[in-house]
């Protein structure tokens, strides 16, 4: 059982930056992928980056690639989201997830995922 918990969310002015954090904690003994995905109001979930269990393999969604940078902090249990140049676009719930047994989580699949943080919203405003 993992349990994942996001923070960092917050208002940022469009062209601004922030980071968005996900705590793991539980039985993080197997191999985990970790995801980012999103989610606007009337809109699905979507994946917006994926890393693999040894930080060698990471994937951003078209939309994000060039401004998000997903990195994980194995010491720390952490994974982080930053995210520059932000559009209006981009306003949503964050929520990290967590896929058990997996090598490469590309492109990623809400209902593959085993564990989900509660979300945190992140809003963008011009």
């Known amino acids: 059982q993992v349990q994942l918990q996001e923070s960092g969310g917050g208002s940022v002015q469009v062209g601004g930056s922030l980071r968005v954090s996900c705590a793991a904690s539980g039985t993080t003994d197997t191999t985990y992928c970790m995801a980012w995905f999103r989610q606007a109001p009337g809109k699905e979930r979507e994946g917006v980056a994926t890393i693999s269990p040894g930080g060698g393999r990471t994937w951003y969604s078209d939309s994000v690639r060039g401004r998000f940078y997903i990195s994980e902090d194995k010491r720390e249990n952490t994974l982080s989201l930053e995210m520059n140049g932000l559009k209006p676009e981009d306003t949503a719930m964050y929520y990290c997830?967590?896929?058990?047994?997996?090598?490469?989580?590309?492109?990623?699949?809400?209902?593959?995922?085993?564990?989900w943080g509660q979300g945190t919203q992140v809003t963008v405003s011009s």
């Open positions: 997830a967590a896929r058990r047994l997996c090598g490469l989580w590309i492109p990623p699949v809400a209902r593959e995922a085993t564990y």
